[in-house]
């Protein structure tokens, strides 16, 4: 006798009945499932092995990471660009049930990105079926560094300049939506764009539900002392009309604000705040800048890159960070508060870049920094050494409450500040995380700087401009002879220490570019061989790795890849591209059956604080 099995329940085993069991579902559950299938690739980085080339006269193509493509049939394309719609525009195309839901489901179309050329029929589409959710917007009003410099001083913007009226066309459709925007990014090229941008903005009314602003103005430029657009230094509108009580998240390039308390009251209560190439004369005034952070005492990330507080660290206060000039008070007692370096106590991440050290040795010591773990340099054309022993010092962490200096102004400052002891700890001694990407500094306070950083997992080294001995001193004791590829043209370099010391004892994730693939297999090796092995290593796809280097390192690490470095200053993180690059020109998702009725919906009990979309 056989035992017959119960195929019945099996959910592989359709029914004989010809019943489809998914369209069984609630439409409540199946509203779910859609969004749980869409946020993964709303947020996914695009691929970097295969991505999608559309060419100029509108095919595609599959280009793998070699380079090469392979020229395709026009049904294999329509087959091609079906498989990769994305996902909220897919569900909606299987059949009227699923378009339904997934158009009446807010969720599903609330990221919205304009890039291209009008109309914008997409933008309009995604805007409806939103309804009232909370919506991420990306702008992208630049151009093609191939196509045109910013730098060419002979370009003059049309009048009437036809990209201006297209950033007003833009602008009149989003800002209706203000109220439930949640994060909104505009990317220009020509600075009179993100005027008209701000100034719309200054007049818009509130956003009572933003919580991230990102302004980039990318410019060609080597001038950074003046702006250069006189007649919109001066600004005399407040963004929102001062009122975005959610704003967390600011990143401003090259674009300021009125940056006092009347003008930008927003800029309180923030997380993270980006402030990147400002000339000097835009930039926030030492108090301006000194409020911002004293009224965020939640700030996570802080990235100064050619911007930080206007004027020359000689023109700012003797000593802390007062949010106000001082006042002399008839007893002439002294504000301790306003003397005491400024505490940010959750401050985890800071990024420098293109500043002056002498201005960074004025700046740093009037921070407190207990909770920093993550820590990015980017500093060029200068000896940096000074600053990299103040990193190292005790000095690097100062008390919260020094008593009132009584010493001579001469004997202030970052030079004797703090007490050093043998067993002192230093802002480096908490650092898990590293980034070098350029900092010109002695080989003996490179060492130093190493070995406070007992902590530290991840380090990351951007070789190509920097001095042979950032890379020579992970070595265990005497390095192997440097190869011409470990940074900067390399001298004899002397040994780490004859006595075999390792630096970086909990390093297990190292990223380099400018150094060959011999030399960090000799690395691999001799830090494994010291029972200190680097786990994870990530490479320059640019730097000279044979295919033997690479089937090398997936051997002997658990995680072996490359990446593609950028030539950018800073890399941005902007809006994922599941869309195609087109400007919406072939949107194609309208149909005969669709009347706009787009149902109620309750914002109140539809959208509450925990919904968190997190879009760039």
């Not at 919506?135 to 300049?161: A, G, H, K, Q, V």
């Not at 719309?200 to 702006?227: K, N």
């Not at 660290?313 to 008839?330: C, F, K, Q, R, V």
């Not at 100062?398 to 400052?413: E, V």
Request: contains cysteine.
């Amino acid at each position: 006798m056989t035992d017959t099995i119960d195929l019945s329940s099996n959910p592989f085993v359709p029914p004989k009945d010809g019943r489809c069991l998914i369209n069984e579902l609630p439409s409540e559950l199946l509203t779910q499932i859609f969004t749980l299938g869409w946020t993964p690739e709303r947020d996914h980085e695009p691929d970097q092995d295969d991505f999608e080339d559309i060419s100029d006269d509108g095919t595609y193509s599959t280009v793998s990471s070699d380079g090469s493509s392979s020229p395709q049939t026009e049904q294999e394309e329509a087959e091609e660009k079906e498989r990769r719609l994305p996902f909220n525009v897919l569900v909606s195309h299987v059949c009227a049930r699923w378009r339904a839901v997934a158009i009446d489901n807010p969720l599903l179309w609330s990221h919205i990105q304009i890039i291209g050329n009008p109309p914008y029929d997409r933008a309009k589409t995604y805007l409806e079926r939103a309804k009232t959710a909370p919506l991420t917007i990306s702008i992208d009003r630049t151009i093609d560094d191939d196509d045109f410099s910013m730098s060419d001083d002979s370009y003059e913007p049309e009048d009437p300049d036809p990209d201006l009226a297209i950033m007003e066309g833009i602008m009149e459709l989003i800002v209706p939506h203000i109220a439930h925007w949640q994060a909104l990014q505009i990317m220009v090229s020509f600075y009179p764009h993100m005027q008209y941008a701000l100034e719309t903005l200054g007049s818009a009314g509130p956003a009572p539900m933003l919580e991230v602003l990102q302004l980039y103005h990318y410019e060609d430029t080597d001038e950074h002392v003046t702006f250069p657009h006189p007649t919109l230094r001066e600004q005399s509108f407040r963004l929102f009309g001062g009122e975005a009580p959610r704003l967390t998240q600011v990143a401003l390039w090259g674009v300021h604000l009125p940056w006092t308390q009347d003008g930008a009251p927003f800029l309180s209560g923030l997380t993270d705040l980006e402030l990147a190439y400002h000339a000097l004369d835009v930039r926030p005034s030492f108090y301006d800048f000194a409020r911002i952070l004293r009224s965020s005492p939640g700030l996570r990330t802080l990235t100064l890159c050619l911007s930080g507080p206007a004027g020359e660290p000689s023109e700012w206060p003797a000593s802390g960070l007062p949010a106000a000039p001082p006042t002399d008070t008839a007893s002439g007692e002294v504000d301790v508060d306003a003397l005491a370096p400024l505490v940010m106590p959750r401050l985890s991440e800071l990024v420098l870049a293109y500043l002056d050290q002498a201005y960074l040795l004025a700046l740093l010591p009037r921070l407190s920094l207990p909770a920093l773990t993550s820590l990015t340099l980017d500093l060029e054309e200068d000896d940096f050494t000074d600053l990299l022993a103040y990193l190292a010092s005790p000095r690097s962490l100062p008390s919260a409450h020094p008593q009132p200096s009584l010493a001579p102004a001469a004997l202030r400052g970052p030079a004797v500040a703090g007490s050093a002891t043998p067993h002192a700890r230093s802002l480096l001694s908490n650092l898990t995380s590293l980034k070098i990407a350029g900092m010109p500094a002695s080989e003996a306070v490179v060492r130093d700087a190493y070995r406070q950083l007992e902590s530290l997992t991840a380090l990351n080294l951007k070789a190509t401009f920097l001095d042979p001995w950032w890379v020579d001193l992970l070595f265990p004791g005497p390095p192997p002879p440097s190869s011409s590829s470990s940074g900067a043209a390399a001298a004899d370099v002397p040994p780490a220490s004859g006595t075999g010391e390792l630096l970086l004892p909990r390093l297990e994730t190292l990223t380099t570019a400018g150094v060959d693939g011999a030399r960090i297999r000799e690395l691999v090796e001799a830090r494994a061989a010291r029972g200190a092995p680097l786990r994870t290593l990530l490479m320059n796809q640019e730097d000279d790795v044979t295919v033997e280097d690479e089937e090398w390192f997936k051997a002997h690490v658990d995680r072996f890849e490359f990446f593609e470095d950028s030539d950018e200053e800073e890399d941005v993180a902007v809006f994922d591209e599941v869309f195609d690059d087109d400007g919406d020109g072939d949107w194609e998702d309208e149909d005969e059956d669709e009347d706009g009725e787009e149902g109620d919906f309750d914002d109140e009990d539809g959208f509450d604080e925990e919904i968190i979309v997190m879009p760039f």
